[in-house]
């Protein structure tokens, strides 16, 4: 489950270090876990929302080139990555999911 609330780079970083320590016992922690996540250690979320993280900077970098100038001029970061997360996300952790081996 992905909410909106990304500020910038450093926090989700920082973000991903407290999910990897929140979960890395998450079968002992956690009642439900997320389907999205059920099954991977705390590395694996961890490498997975870094990758997550670059695909967003990547877009971000498409949309400059594609207006041709810095597109936080018109837009807020979260606005740009909580895009990325409606359009891509889902596609992007089913390729994640089938090229990482389990």
């Known amino acids: ?3 909106c609330t ?4 450093e926090t989700t970083i920082q973000d991903s ?3 990897d320590t929140m979960t890395e016992n998450a079968s002992e922690n ?6 999205a996540t059920r099954g991977m250690s705390a590395h694996e979320i961890q490498r997975s929302l870094e990758a997550e ?5 990547k ?3 498409y949309l400059g080139e594609k207006l041709q100038h810095d597109p936080l001029q018109d837009r807020s ?3 740009i990555y909580c ?20």
């Open 1 to 3: 489950m992905f909410f």
């Open 6 to 9: 990304i500020t910038g780079r």
């Open 17 to 19: 270090v407290r999910i």
């Open 30 to 35: 956690v009642e439900n876990p997320d389907s």
């Open 53 to 57: 993280i670059r695909e967003m900077e």
């Open 59 to 61: 877009y971000k970098w």
């Open 77 to 79: 970061l979260n606005d």
């Open 83 to 102: 895009e990325w997360i409606d359009k891509y996300a889902s596609d992007f952790r089913r390729d994640w999911e089938k090229k990482e081996p389990q």
